[in-house]
């Protein structure tokens, strides 16, 4: 018997049902599905695992917080151990008589650890069954049969260079994180995680912020007219300074502006906008974001789509179309629907298909496409509008440049040059079927040299330079990729385990008080962990072990060392570090003010001595004795913003696997929906002191 273990179950049926013969049969052991079937007379059963099985951690010894030294872990021993018991269980139980393992995990570094790891839970009831290797980017037929028919051998460089990584951010992690929630007496629940990707990357976010904060806007004036041609269309123009940054110059000129205009000079061109590129993982998700999902979700749809044989696999940084790829034969498939027919022939019907290439370049998978024609009531309403998406972007990539037309006139007003541009697209080719891309048609007429135009209108107007923008999720994840922070596969984690910490929330993200406390913090007394240089250059040696130029011990090693520098900074300012992030954590408790009449207090988190639960309440008790029932599960986040139905502060309530919930505290909130006034009236009401 031959036993291929995938990394998910639902791969695993899909593989079963397109390697099986004569059917495909199941059964269940401890509780886990096995799918068994005969190919070329030969038995063959497919276990389904739910990523790793096994996740590294410190011995028992070292689990007490209170009684263990933070430094201590730098150099502690590292050791695996189970954290899906009953997939284990089921894998000693159908491995024991397998003649050969297979493993058809996802081929990227988590992929092969997990491969890896697999294998090593098999040796310790069958220690003579040979393991072989399947690689494939797609679960289709074609990917599959032609996976299996070559296997090769696990790239025990790759499975090394996973888990360099497992260890090297166990030690981070967990020196750091309990560290500052010791320093800060935040512990159990409320712990103040940090990390050596998580850290730099909540730099950005709080660097950001701080630029915002200190922002002077500077005053600038802009000058417009709206202009009319004899036979009355109309167009606008501004002037060709564009910004004026003294207001008397521009009042000067504003004042000596006629009723009467003369085009002066027309110049027209023609210009390309090239078809967008093929989409790696980091433009998948910057995508998704624009189409309103976070990137978590992008990342976890796409993953569906792929195990269902919809999409090629998403976690690739590659925008560069392979030869190997029939670009043709899926854009065939794909015209096959009503949805998709008509962008489909404009492919076919040119001469050469010349597709879109990126910059990035790998040979581990292709750039994300879709591999099979979807119904729309075959997925979800958010499984759809991704593929779509996808699919849109696929057929794009193959189309022709679109033209557009740029018209652009000067005009001369009592001797101040005013310009008007206009556009239109004359060619939509791949613009066309590209709703994502947003193109808007500037209209000016039909000018002549020398013509006179009538000003309609001026405006003076008063303008001031904005600050920097936060940043979107599909931004930071970009800019993350730059910097070499994390890798494809785990940004949007990163993301994800920010705003369940409670250290951002929204998008555009907004860092909590907290957060720039402890940024602040850290860059104060160790610079080195919120610089993305220290993390890039320790993902540097881990492609070092992929390339076979690094050994895993060496670089996990070298990291040590990085870390114990450190903390010696750390160790050394540890009360002022505590006072700092104590006082952000205190910051993020105020809610807002006290809405109570002549109150001049500030709504704060708070909980009961006697009930031990929490609460919202005026720190100006005992004078004043307002509060307000909240939740008593999930993270509380406060959001220093009001509700637009009533003005009161609002909340944000994040339970892990759910999506956050904004939440006004005042209970008889007109914009509420009524199960949320009902859960707030079954738990008491508001109450306001005289």
């Known amino acids: 018997m031959k036993l291929i273990i995938s990394e998910k179950e639902i791969a695993a049926r899909r593989i079963a049902s397109i390697l099986a013969g004569d059917g ?89 650890l997990i491969g890896y790891d697999a294998v090593q839970v098999v040796k310790e009831v069958n220690a003579i069954a040979p393991a072989k290797r399947v690689k494939f980017s797609a679960i289709t037929p ?3 049969n032609q996976a299996f028919s070559k296997p090769g051998r696990i790239d025990l460089n790759l499975a090394f260079a996973g888990r360099a990584r497992q260890d090297i ?16 007496y935040q512990v159990k629940d409320k712990f103040l995680s940090a990390g050596r990707v998580q850290t730099p990357t909540l730099a950005l976010i709080v660097d950001r912020e701080l630029e915002i904060k200190s922002f002077i806007p500077t005053p600038y004036w802009v000058i417009n007219v709206k202009l009319r041609t004899e036979s009355g269309e109309e167009f606008e123009a501004s002037h060709k300074k564009k910004r004026f940054s003294r207001k008397e110059d521009a009042e000067a000129v504003f004042k000596r502006l006629g009723d009467k205009g003369t085009i002066l000079k027309i110049t027209e061109d023609i210009k390309e906008i090239k078809p967008p590129a093929p989409l790696n993982t980091t433009a998948l998700i910057v995508s998704g974001n624009s189409i309103g999902f976070t990137a978590s979700k992008t990342v976890s749809i ?61 040979t581990d998978h292709p750039p994300i496409h879709p591999t099979l024609l979807a119904e729309k009531n075959n997925l979800t309403a958010d499984e759809w509008k991704l593929y779509d998406m996808i699919v849109r972007r ?89 910097l070499g922070l994390g890798t494809k596969a785990t940004r949007h984690t990163i993301i994800q385990n920010l705003i369940q910490r409670g250290y951002i929330s929204g ?19 160790a610079g080195k962990i919120t610089s993305p240089d220290m993390t890039s250059e320790l993902e540097m040696y881990m492609d070092g072990i992929v390339s076979g130029d690094e050994v895993k011990e060496d670089v996990v090693g070298r990291s040590r060392k990085m870390l114990k520098e450190v903390m010696i900074n750390l160790q050394n300012e540890k009360d002022e570090i505590s006072s700092e992030i104590r006082k952000g954590i205190k910051d993020d408790l105020i809610v807002g003010k006290c809405p109570a009449e002549n109150c001049k207090g500030n709504l704060i988190v708070r909980t009961s001595r006697k009930t031990k639960k929490r609460f919202i309440g005026c720190d100006a008790y005992p004078e004043c004795r307002t509060t307000f029932p ?40 007109p914009g509420k929906d009524e199960k949320y006034k009902n859960y707030n009236n079954n738990r008491g009401s508001k109450k306001t002191s005289d």
């Open 302 to 362: 796409a993953e569906n789509l792929y195990m269902n044989g919809y999409i090629s696999y998403p976690r690739t940084d590659n925008t560069v179309y392979p030869s190997s790829i029939n670009l043709e034969e899926i854009v065939k498939i794909l015209g096959a629907s009503d949805e998709y027919c008509r962008m489909s022939q404009k492919v076919l019907a040119q001469k050469n298909i010349v597709a879109t290439r990126g910059k990035k370049r790998s």
């Open 394 to 482: 696929f057929i794009c990539t193959l189309l022709p440049p679109a033209k557009v037309k740029n018209v652009n006139a000067s005009i001369d007003i009592n001797g101040e040059l005013f310009v008007a541009s206009g556009s239109n697209i004359v060619e939509a080719n791949w613009i066309e079927f590209y709703p994502y891309y947003k193109y808007k048609d500037v209209y000016i007429p039909q000018l002549k040299e020398n013509q006179v135009v009538s000003v309609v209108s001026k405006d003076l107007l008063d303008k001031e330079t904005k600050p920097p923008s936060r940043y979107t999720q599909g931004k930071l994840v970009e800019k993350m990729e730059e």
């Open 169 to 184: 951010d166990l030690i981070w992690g967990a020196t750091l994180t309990r560290f500052i929630s010791l320093s800060t």
């Open 142 to 144: 074609k990917d599959i």
């Open 630 to 669: 909240i939740p008593q599960k999930g993270l509380l986040v406060t959001t220093q913003e009001e509700c637009k139905s009533c003005g009161y502060p609002v909340v944000k309530i994040i339970n892990k696997g759910r999506k956050p919930w904004e939440l006004c505290i005042n209970p008889d909130c």
């Open 507 to 525: 998008n555009p993200l907004r860092p909590s008080e907290k957060a720039i406390a402890v940024v602040k913090m850290l860059k104060k007394h």
């Open 24 to 112: 495909v049969n199941e059964e269940k052991v401890y509780g886990i599905p096995i799918y068994h079937f005969k190919l070329n007379g030969e038995d063959y059963k497919v276990i389904g695992l739910k990523g790793h099985i096994l996740k590294v951690d410190y011995p028992e010894e070292y689990a007490n917080w209170f009684k263990v030294d933070p430094v201590e872990l730098i150099d502690a021993e590292i050791e695996k151990v189970p954290i899906q018991k009953k997939i284990i269980q089921a894998l000693k139980k159908v491995s024991g008589s397998a003649d050969e393992i297979i493993i058809a995990t996802d081929y990227d570094r988590e992929g092969e």
